[in-house]
């Protein structure tokens, strides 16, 4: 096995076929298609459906751990040439929905003014989505909201963001400022999947008082939640950055008592150790939290 192999394997992954991957690599599609039938020699499996072009479930495998193998291959560049010049090399981070939204283009324009040689690749997703591919060392770090149980994990809280109900314009509940969990007892809401790390903190909240929350629907992703909301579709707890006042008049927010804050954080894995860009990319993360938190209603730092 060797890098020409796993890069071949890539390309084809990410343009295709085999002639789009030759044409990516500027090399002619017999030569891709030796790499990859040496490599599926060498590991006894077939990797790619050579009449999709798309990776078998052994190719997926291989896939995945390539890609890192590369990623660690830059990151070594990266390391040795930031000892010496600025601090430069790709950083790939992930972050959930709601803090993307007001986090992401203050912290790229401290990347732009400090750090211009790093480049930052950003993957919007879930908190369940993104952790195992921070664990996987497919990102280099994420901004996700807690709990997480992964003792591979370094976890850096960065602020506790306020849980509320929101509510369409019409819905029982809209006419209301404040309403206690046990008042939402069996009342059906849009909630998120049993196991995704915001609907872990609502059960346990509402458990810790003797009650149980309904779920109307069950969404994965805060925005979509918020979305659904917006449009009618029935009443959802969310994070406090889900609801925009000034782009929204047709739901109000309605606090509930019982509910705790939800914290979100920054975590990457405790080994290896961070390449220079990913500490870049962190301390400009904790400059702009510090900087902007206190101006965001619901937004707290970390008690």
């Keep these: 096995m060797d890098l020409r192999q796993l890069t071949t394997l890539i390309a084809i ?3 295709g076929s085999f002639s789009a991957a030759a044409r990516a690599l500027y090399t002619v599609q017999s030569n891709v298609s030796g790499h990859i039938s040496r490599l599926e020699r060498e590991l006894g499996a077939t990797l790619v459906d050579r009449t999709t072009g798309r990776m078998t479930d052994a190719g997926q495998q291989v896939l995945e751990r390539a890609r890192r193998i590369m990623h660690e291959l830059d990151d070594i560049v990266s390391d040795v040439r ?3 010049h600025d601090v430069s090399g790709d950083v790939r981070i992930g972050v959930i929905g709601t803090v993307a939204r ?3 283009p203050l912290l790229l324009g401290q990347m732009t003014q400090h750090h211009p040689n790093v480049h930052t690749i950003v993957s919007e997703g879930s908190s369940s989505a993104l952790v195992p591919n921070v664990t996987s060392g497919l ?3 994420a901004i996700i909201h807690l709990p997480i149980d992964d003792p591979d994990l370094t976890v850096d809280p ?7 109900l929101m509510a369409p314009l019409g819905h ?3 006419s209301l400022t404040s309403v206690s969990i046990e008042e939402l007892h069996l009342q059906p809401l849009l909630l998120p999947p049993e196991g995704a ?4 903190i609502l059960d346990r909240a509402a458990a810790e008082h003797g009650v149980t929350l309904t779920a109307q629907t ?3 992703g805060v925005r979509l939640l918020a979305s659904l909301s917006r449009d009618g579709h029935g009443a959802a707890i969310v994070p406090a950055t889900a609801f925009r006042p000034e782009t929204t008049s047709d739901v109000t927010t309605i606090s509930v008592d019982g509910l705790p804050r939800r914290r979100v954080a920054w975590v990457r894995r405790r080994r290896p150790n961070p390449t220079p860009a990913t500490d870049a990319v962190h301390e400009a993360l904790v400059n702009v939290v510090r900087n902007h938190v206190d101006h965001h209603v619901g937004l707290h730092r970390p008690g």
């Design 158 to 164: 960065l602020f506790d963001e306020e849980l509320v």
């Design 139 to 141: 990102l280099n770090g």
């Design 82 to 84: 930031s000892r010496e």
């Design 197 to 200: 790390a915001l609907r872990r």
């Design 102 to 104: 007001w986090v992401m």
């Design 172 to 174: 029982p509940l809209a």
């Design 218 to 220: 069950e969404v994965d």
């Design 13 to 15: 992954a990410d343009h």
